[in-house]
């Protein structure tokens, strides 16, 4: 049996090189409103690996390059006072394509607690299939 790994990316200067102009989150302001960002990439990294989560459930938007999920995904995650349901949302680039180090590549993109929002607006829905599309499209360039 094998394990998968993954690479977790929290950085927000790297988040915002990857995306480039445009980018409509500032992952820098949203993890100042975690107060235990440790016990935040625990949590998250336990929600990514649920053998009961099946990776398609969470999907905002996906694409499948050489058999590999290259996805968009919301997870709901505690915030250590309530339960998921009253928690932090969090919007990942799950990318099992491009990997570092043979790991799975979960790029932390947005936070926000479920008191602001409970979901994404439509125009940021609109930004992640655009760059979902971008991703796929440098994919086919380099083949």
């Known amino acids: 049996m094998s394990f998968v ?11 915002n090189a990857f995306f480039g102009e445009g980018f409509p989150f500032n992952i820098r302001k949203d993890l100042k409103e975690i107060e235990d960002i440790d016990d935040f ?3 998250l990294l336990e929600a990514v690996a649920c ?14 390059v050489e058999n590999k999920l290259i996805a968009f995904k919301k997870y709901r995650l505690t915030d250590g006072k309530k339960g998921k349901s009253g928690g932090y949302r969090c919007i990942v680039l799950y990318d099992e394509f491009h990997q570092l180090d043979d790991c799975v590549i979960v790029m932390v993109i947005h936070v926000f607690s479920k008191k602001i929002s409970d979901d994404l607006k439509q125009k940021e829905k609109n930004y992640l299939n ?14």
């Open 5 to 15: 790994k993954y690479k977790l990316i929290i950085d927000a200067s790297t988040i």
């Open 41 to 43: 990439k625990k949590n």
């Open 130 to 143: 655009m760059a979902l599309k971008k991703i796929e499209d440098s994919i086919l360039k380099e083949e």
């Open 51 to 64: 053998p009961d989560c099946p990776p398609q459930r969470c999907c905002i938007s996906k694409i499948y």
